[in-house]
């Protein structure tokens, strides 16, 4: 298993789970979108300790059938913006069209998110992994009875 960068003691809102060779991450949030953010972090978290900087904006959008569809396809696109850009990214934004506040399956949802970020500095961030992908290894986005969405899933490193 990978040594897994554990989240700052005030960050509730995102956390690792040890998954074999792999690792998980999970955001929880009021809504599904601020969990789809928090999840971002924890994918974040995963690569580095350092703080990232906002400096550069990359705005993407995905599309899915369902809520945990789009959820994979979100981080994803992170992944995919962080090794064609060769950027971390530290503050997110998303916003998800055609979900319901207590529904966690419908059709045709779309997801438009802003990442901020900056150059990958080698020295300074110390890159622990490269993320390669986020599976459907224990996929699970959801509404709990309080209220408090979850999003999660094992990410391949």
Not at 86 to 97: P, Q
Not at 107 to 122: I, M
Not at 125 to 134: D, I, L, W
């Amino acid at each position: 298993m990978i040594e897994c960068i554990e989240p700052a003691a005030n960050s509730a809102k995102w956390e690792h789970f040890p998954h074999d060779a792999d690792i998980g991450v999970r955001g929880i949030g009021r809504t599904a979108a601020e969990a789809f953010e928090e999840a971002a972090y924890a994918l974040t978290a995963t690569v580095t300790q350092a703080k990232v900087a906002p400096k550069l904006l990359v705005e993407v959008r995905c599309e899915s059938p369902d809520v945990e569809l789009l959820f994979v396809e979100w981080l994803n696109t992170i992944i995919y913006e962080m090794a064609v850009r060769r950027m971390l990214f530290g503050r997110f934004a998303v916003r998800i069209e055609g979900l319901q506040a207590t529904e966690s399956r419908v059709e045709n949802l779309r997801l438009e998110g802003r990442l901020w970020g900056e150059p990958v500095d080698v020295a300074r961030h110390r890159p622990a992994c490269e993320p390669k992908g986020a599976t459907y290894t224990a996929l699970k986005v959801g509404l709990d009875d309080n209220g408090i969405w979850t999003a999660g899933c094992v990410v391949d490193v």
